[in-house]
């Protein structure tokens, strides 16, 4: 099994991004996709989840509003649009399958390798 976060990089507060979660070896279809990130010195934290259909999505408080999570089953992709960007937003993204439903990160079957986000004030 492999996922993969890309598109992070560099960008101003206020700006937008949008990652991409590849996923290869498991019936993806089947599996809830949560996003995560884990800052410099801090815990890895949820961000957001979308369940295996796509038809039910929940993001955290700190994102709420800002950062939208999408899926397309057919490519094996899931995504996270973010908006509105904040310097408090920097930090490694990272993208996990699992069949639950859970928001918790000790939960999750299967992670991927994470892409760096950094927003500047």
């Known amino acids: 099994v492999q996922l993969q976060a890309s598109g992070g990089g560099l960008v101003q507060a206020g700006g937008s991004l949008r990652l991409s979660c590849a996923a290869s070896?498991?019936?993806?279809?089947?599996?809830?996709v949560g996003w995560f990130r884990q800052a410099p010195g801090k815990e890895r934290e949820f961000v957001g989840v979308?369940?295996?259909?796509?038809?039910?999505?929940y993001s955290a408080d700190a994102v709420k509003g800002r950062f939208t999570i999408s899926r397309d089953n057919a490519k094996n992709m899931a995504y996270l649009q973010m908006n509105s960007l904040k310097p408090e937003d920097t930090a490694v993204y990272l993208c996990?399958?699992?069949?639950?439903?859970?928001?918790?990160?000790?939960?999750?079957?299967?992670w991927g390798r994470g892409t760096l986000v950094t927003v500047s004030s």
């Open positions: 979308i369940s295996w259909s796509g038809g039910m999505s």
């Open positions: 996990a399958a699992d069949l639950e439903w859970t928001f918790r990160v000790d939960s999750y079957d299967y």
């Open positions: 070896g498991l019936a993806f279809s089947r599996y809830n």
